[in-house]
């Protein structure tokens, strides 16, 4: 049974991670810098068509909650063993940069797709105040993987061969570890109650519910949306090495919100203000940082700024992390509920974000300079404002936090066909179980028998 608990499947979904996503970040910038293909890979990853792979994190809502987190698991596997064998071919001089890029697009849809079961369950298996660096330690992860590739790339000892067959043996790997993640109603807490789950539903029931939710769901979906337009109008590049392994290392710096999130106050609404409070502050120090650069013309390239301009891709990979982890940490207090966890990360975390890069890109597009000239600075400030505005939304929000998730689940994720089939089982004498959040055990059960 010890095998059912929550610390047990978070240590197989972590090692998932770090088997598929870890090794992937590692190895993947090695075979194509060996390949010549890390420049048009470059390009695709900027542009419009790689921000769209994250609405597959709507599809991931849907299949996490029918199919399981075990089946998406398998899906992000699979994923990164056809991307790898491409990799793989390309290593050997068999595949072009239009197939990698094709195949990297397959890999990212399928790795979205798994990431929104991998992080639904890191946000509803740890007990409450576990939340923010169980997340916290999935990003680490991530990121230091990213930062070690691009170091590595750097340091220009590169394997290609080495990294592409390590690439593939992992992926084949992660399929495996993922056999061991049981069904999410299997898993038992340390108090013996189980974790809840939403009774399943179809495809087409599932995807309806993606869109119910209260005010407070629109509140913290316009933040997700705004954060990512504010950062991504500030039109910082990232031209050389050196820029991305120092974007990706500020992005490890995510560990000390996790801990603020988690440790500190008794209460959960304290803590969030702090959170909220710390990731505004890392946002704004990198808005000013990015004001100044495009002052003198050096949003693109360090030139003699070159201090100033590291500094700002630093905060960017910080703002980044932190809004995540925020964002993440919002959708582990509205619910206890793994299914309803599932939803708002494929929506929320997933799909919201993507569509405030494409927003920003787009105003980007718009005010691109002519004749040589720097862009206009317009979508930098409208950027600032709406996450201001947003901002100051999620204080509402964050108020409304108690310490027993109380807020009213059937209005984030369920129906009123649901709630009346409840209370008509209430009625004929069945056995209700709620949860609430207990000081020491996160869940706790309660009995009420309704005669």
């Not at 500094?311 to 919002?330: M, Q």
């Not at 600032?384 to 999620?394: P, T, V, Y």
Request: aromatic residues 6%; contains cysteine.
């Amino acid at each position: 049974m010890r095998f059912h608990s929550p610390q047990a499947q978070l240590a197989m979904v972590l090692a998932y991670v770090m088997v598929l996503a870890g090794v992937a970040g590692v190895t993947t910038p090695c075979v194509l810098a060996a390949t010549g293909h890390a420049a048009a890979v470059a390009a695709y990853a900027g542009s419009w068509r790689q921000a769209i792979t994250a609405a597959a994190g709507i599809v991931g809502a849907v299949a996490a909650n029918v199919a399981g987190v075990r089946r998406v698991l398998w899906v992000g596997s699979a994923a990164g063993v056809a991307c790898s064998a491409v990799l793989l071919a390309g290593a050997y001089g068999r595949a072009g940069a239009s197939g990698v890029i094709a195949v990297l697009a397959v890999e990212n849809a399928g790795r979205t797709i798994a990431t929104v079961g991998a992080v639904a369950v890191l946000l509803t298996y740890p007990r409450e105040q576990r939340k923010a660096r169980a997340l916290a330690a999935f990003q680490f992860a991530v990121n230091l993987s990213l930062t070690l590739g691009q170091v590595t790339v750097l340091a220009k000892r590169v394997d290609a061969h080495a990294a592409a067959w390590a690439r593939v043996v992992c992926s084949v790997a992660a399929a495996g570890v993922a056999t061991f993640v049981v069904p999410a109603s299997a898993v038992v807490r340390d108090s013996g109650v189980y974790v809840d789950v939403a009774r399943a539903r179809g495809v087409w029931s599932e995807a309806r519910l993606l869109a119910v939710g209260g005010w407070r769901v629109g509140l913290a979906a316009t933040y997700v949306f705004a954060a990512p337009f504010a950062l991504g109008t500030l039109g910082i590049a990232l031209p050389d090495g050196a820029s991305v392994a120092l974007y990706n290392a500020g992005a490890l710096g995510v560990v000390a919100l996790g801990a603020a999130l988690d440790v500190g106050a008794a209460r959960r609404r304290v803590r969030g203000l702090v959170g909220l409070a710390i990731s505004s502050a890392v946002v704004a120090a990198c808005v000013i940082a990015m004001a100044v650069l495009r002052s003198v013309g050096r949003t693109q390239e360090p030139g003699n700024q070159a201090p100033l301009f590291y500094a700002s891709v630093v905060l960017n990979g910080l703002a980044v992390s932190c809004v995540f982890l925020f964002s993440g940490w919002i959708i582990g207090s509205l619910t206890n509920d793994v299914a309803h966890t599932a939803r708002l990360v494929g929506t929320h975390l997933h799909t919201m974000p993507a569509l405030g890069s494409l927003a920003a890109a787009a105003a980007l597009y718009h005010a691109r300079g002519m004749d040589g000239k720097p862009p206009l600075a317009y979508p930098m400030y409208i950027g600032a404002a709406l996450l201001a505005a947003a901002s100051a939304g999620m204080v509402f929000v964050v108020n409304q936090i108690t310490d027993t998730n109380n807020w009213s689940l059937p209005r984030v994720g369920g129906d009123e066909a649901d709630v009346s089939t409840d209370l008509a089982e209430l009625s004929a004498g069945s056995e209700h179980t709620t949860t609430v959040f207990a000081d020491h055990s996160s869940i706790s059960k309660h009995h009420a028998i309704y005669a």
